[in-house]
């Protein structure tokens, strides 16, 4: 694959040392601040119309259905950075409190209840646009520390997209790429062109880079946090231009890691959420979406991916289902 | 409304003092124990099939969508029966924090983290098969004993049905019902008839009651646990024998409280779920929904209701989305 | 009882409409920053010395042992004012799982385990330094954004006086105090007369106005709150100048509810931590042990008030136990 | 070290191969079932009476104190092993929020409140009553499945011991025994010895085998639920005859690990706290205390470890405080 002499593609141009300019660059090429006026909660998915919707149920074919969600428990890949934690699932009432007769119930009812405590991001996630900032700055121009406070997202709270994450899926699968790769514009285009599928406003793109398959193979090791295959910080422009509603790997990340900068932590991060208004999915489970892709060739479907609308929330826990 | 001489529909040939036998005898002409198999862990989710699927994407005429959730915070209908709380959600890292710059991250990015800590039952969700017992039995005839321990539900955890809740649902608006009203079968027939849809094989019937949109406008009073409009016990037989692959109404318990029995608690759960093999989504926000069908007259849509994989859940939190 | 014509001891002499201008003076009368030296992180904790707690040791007579720790159960008082809540209780293992067999253990054992999840001021409880700022100060004159962040209280967490709160405890016990009766030095000066017990230099003062005692009887209504008898705000030179290491009461709030500002909120808590320094204990049970010091004549007595160390910590759950 | 032939400290008397069998034995000579009546829920702490506090306050010379308690946060030990995790610490309110002016509170106040979620046995703990069974009984001969149910523990909860865990301490400071080292009536009779210590009816005795210390300095490794030092299966006559209110560890699990059976887990456990009816602590910090200890020659003190009354709970998190 080859890359394009525009600093936007091509690695090579950004400077090592100076993730702050590259960023800064990027977010200035790259900026929705104001397309959708000052007081804008949903940034990119404003490209996801009633009428893409429309379009995109053409693609439901087959009636077959994917979930693209890992599991919700404690064998997750957390191992406590930034104190993320696997959910940590107990029981109300049980079963065996019921055989046991001990809940009080009439006519032999019994019943089990349950609760659940995690972090929002332990698992197949999406990242809200309160999630990321910008020297002190969130999505469409407002303070941070005006947004999230311990109260939470006041401004853009994922309950606000709530009703919106459905449309038109398609899938670019990488296959099994090593820890590190970057994955360019080049890389994404001409992976689209390979799969027969066009990408553009409103949709919700899936990067499968296999990391995950390999975790499941292999152990989690250090998925949480550690290296892993991603996009390029230099694909900021094609996130912009292509004008799609949201994007998810089926890595911890997002973003290539380590990143393309000498001393940097998520620089793609601070120019797509806060800047473009781009709502990213992380750990998505992409597997038997692809098997099933590479199956028929088909690699664009229907997607619901419905955030539990957490009021405040700068992300949410996600079961997305794809429908071919 | 009239209803049939029918013990199934006809509340007036219920015995008041007997719900056991009511249940036994609903329980055996109702079950579908051993219909796909020993090892069935689905239930009426076999009913929603990929062909179902194909018929219903053809309900995405205009491409509006609808989120049928309920909001997930502080401020929900939970007052603590059975231990039932409403969601606490915290922040691991704020907006405040990174404005005052101790986050301690290079180049100007700053985060937000978050958690939930709730019970699965606090709002809009889908009740398990794993969630009601009958006389210590589980859907499909296993022991309740062996099949939800505190480790939770072993065998028919919400998870086992993550990917497959998708297709065609069906609005019944009922307007503004008072607590205490059961609807009957003659009831749900002679709306469906009224609204132009039929009910059948694999569908996800939504009953609107209006008892939400009361708690919304005069507070939540006893919305959590007390009296509600709802599903009459004589409904089992309907609910068994259209075939339909779940049921979801506005409020918090699905079945009408008080129920038609002297002392009784839950009745039509516990043939619906353990006998039927029935899932049951109960505090769903139907009320945008309803006014777009009040409007353009169409009473079907496309729905995705996908629970969180919550792996041994007896239940799960859901973000239903809509799709006209 | 009599006040004396002392700004300090005489709310008649506050304004009622200038807090801010009270706190400030009081707060500049009865600072201690600096008084242990810069880096301390202790305060009033430090008037606890070991010298104190061998004549304590002496209060041990009978050898009888109270608990002075309300429950921590879903029965409490928490409302979700602040999203304060009840601790929730969940099992990881139980005894019905034991007998039913289904824990998996070799020669008989069985056992039960158990999560709390609880906010640290749900309950009896202790305040730390870090819980109450002044204008962006916490105590000791440290910048509020540096020393409680996200992450929790990286200077003053509880944590820095697990090993001290021990040593004598006073009771002054008021009987059963009215919703906002103002506790004034007056008060206090004569009760710990007639009860026979001096004040002084790193004592901990126990205050029982009877409002537990009172919802204990009547039900909870607005105790976690709501108005309350408590110290007058006119207190805050006597908690200074007595060098007390700590105070705690029977009530949510510690002072009088309504406070004797027109618009105020917690204005002596603003004094007492940031600027004294001092530990302010809340929701003590105090009945049984003024009971036996009813009887017995004696308020004073041993007592151990032993933080749990959470790490960060502005606070923290506490089963304070008296020996007399 | 020498071992008398009993086979109450003779392991080499013990059948590896039938752990039931030696737990029935020893649950047999040392069952403390009716000994406090019928309805007795507080077991050997029956044993610490006000008396032998009275005696215990002659302890306090110096007024020195100590916390015996690990810390409480997210770098604790735990690695999810029967779904036990470190403690989650969130804020609910912080500095940097009342700094930024966005709390709305008046006159310049601002606070900062938190919340936990932990297991209860996570950090330094007591076991209760309820956490350890036999055969399907709990102590006192009650049945398991009718004293811990998913709503807790019903008679033996934690909150019945609430005000009376506070009399002698007795260290037996081991130094720094290596993993799996059983510890045997015959070393804890010479080391009391040797410390010039009696232990007797009430104490409450903490032993100290170094592992703590030696997981400070290399790491946790697999502190919790690994290989540790510690009392000897044939120690629970002792134990027994002893009449101790309780003993305390400085490891995860009290007994020695692996355990001397061939297949066997916690076997001392069963015996101790279903038929004994003893308190076991586990994971206290005895470093601090131990080096005083050596210090003065003195290793008895007046101890306070008072459980939080969480109710129904099988144990309980605590910070106990030793006082010379």
Aim: with cysteine.
């Amino acid at each position: 694959m080859s890359s394009r002499a525009d600093p936007s593609v091509d690695p090579s141009m950004l400077s090592r040392a100076d993730p702050e300019g590259a960023v800064a660059a990027a977010a200035k090429r790259c900026s929705n601040w104001g397309r959708w006026g000052a007081d804008d909660v949903r940034g990119t998915m404003n490209f996801l119309t009633p009428a893409k919707r429309v379009e995109a149920a053409a693609l439901v074919r087959r009636g077959v259905s994917f979930s693209l969600s890992q599991s919700f428990d404690a064998n997750g890949p957390q191992k406590g950075w930034r104190r993320r934690t696997n959910p940590v699932h107990t029981m109300l009432d049980t079963g065996t409190d019921a055989a046991a007769g001990v809940q009080g119930f009439p006519h032999g009812i019994g019943g089990a209840d349950d609760v659940i405590a995690m972090p929002l991001q332990c698992s197949t996630q999406w990242d809200g646009l309160g999630h990321i900032f910008d020297h002190g700055y969130a999505w469409n121009g407002r303070r941070a520390a005006d947004v999230v406070t311990s109260l939470g997202d006041g401004f853009t709270g994922i309950e606000t997209v709530a009703d919106v994450i459905t449309g038109r899926g398609v899938l670019l699968d990488f296959g099994d790429l090593p820890d590190g790769f970057a994955i360019t514009e080049s890389h994404l285009v001409a992976t689209a062109a390979r799969q027969g599928v066009a990408i553009g406003r409103g949709d919700i793109v899936l990067v499968r880079t296999g990391q995950l398959a390999r975790a499941r193979r292999d152990g989690w090791g250090d998925y949480a946090g550690g290296p892993a295959p991603g996009l390029s910080f230099t694909t900021a422009d094609w996130l912009y231009s292509t004008e799609i509603a949201a994007i998810a790997t089926d890595t911890w990340g997002f973003e290539v890691r380590p990143n393309e900068f000498d001393d940097a932590f998520q620089p793609l991060h601070q120019v797509a959420i806060p800047h473009i208004g781009l709502f990213l999915g992380e750990m998505w489970d992409l597997d038997a979406l692809a098997a099933d892709c590479a199956d028929d060739g088909v690699y664009e479907f229907w997607l619901t991916a419905a955030p539990l609308p957490i009021t405040g929330a700068v992300g949410s826990p996600v079961n997305p289902i794809a429908v071919k």
